[in-house]
């Protein structure tokens, strides 16, 4: 990278912004490059998008290639995804990698008899990549958090711990210890 025209400083954010974005397995390379490219015109505007995003997207997916090498066959994101379709098959909306809890919330109000609703997003798999802790938010079909002793919370809490995903409920949400292996094909 022409750290020189972008500072180390910055290409070290905009490198650490490629490796979360390219390791969540939620946005497709188009997606990938949109973030980085508008990341690069705030922090970076002497350097050329056009140049630079490629290479970092590039960067990014070649050092997850080569971490996946030793990874299980099965992963803990792949785990998580087995509890969530669960909960969908259960009635209760997931919403995975929202922008916010305001997005989250028109899904759970646009759907049918739902028995709850379970969300993160994309910042809480940003910080589960960095900090293998994702926050999953729990809310009953009328928005309210659960709360401890309700049978939403213990049906997530069980499921995860069946799946060997410690988790524990802590301030309103449920955090979940999870080693971020995701593949993904970009």
């Known amino acids: 990278m022409a750290e020189q025209a972008v500072g180390e400083r910055t290409a070290r954010e905009l490198r650490g912004l490629a490796r979360v974005l390219v390791r ?44 996946s090498t030793d990874w299980a066959e099965e992963t803990d994101p792949d785990r998580l995804d087995a509890v ?10 997931v919403v995975r ?8 919330r028109a899904v759970l109000e646009s ?13 809480d798999v940003w910080h589960a990549v960095d900090f293998s802790m994702l926050e999953l938010k729990v809310w ?7 709360a401890p002793g309700e049978s939403l919370l ?24 999870i080693d971020w292996q995701r593949r993904v094909q970009l």
């Open 154 to 177: 213990d049906d997530v809490l069980a499921l995860l711990h069946e799946r060997d995903l410690p988790a524990v409920f802590d301030e309103g949400r449920i955090e979940v210890t």
């Open 97 to 104: 990698y929202t922008s916010d809890h305001h997005a989250a």
């Open 111 to 123: 759907a049918a008899d739902p028995k709850g609703l379970v969300f993160f997003t994309d910042t």
């Open 84 to 93: 969530l379709a669960e909960l969908e098959s259960l009635g209760v909306v």
């Open 140 to 146: 009953h079909p009328d928005t309210a958090n659960v």
């Open 24 to 67: 969540s397995g939620y946005a497709d390379r188009a997606a990938v490059t949109a973030a980085l490219t508008e990341a690069v015109q705030e922090d970076a505007p002497a350097a050329d998008p056009g140049v630079l995003v490629p290479e970092l997207v590039d960067e990014a997916v070649t050092a997850l290639a080569a971490d």
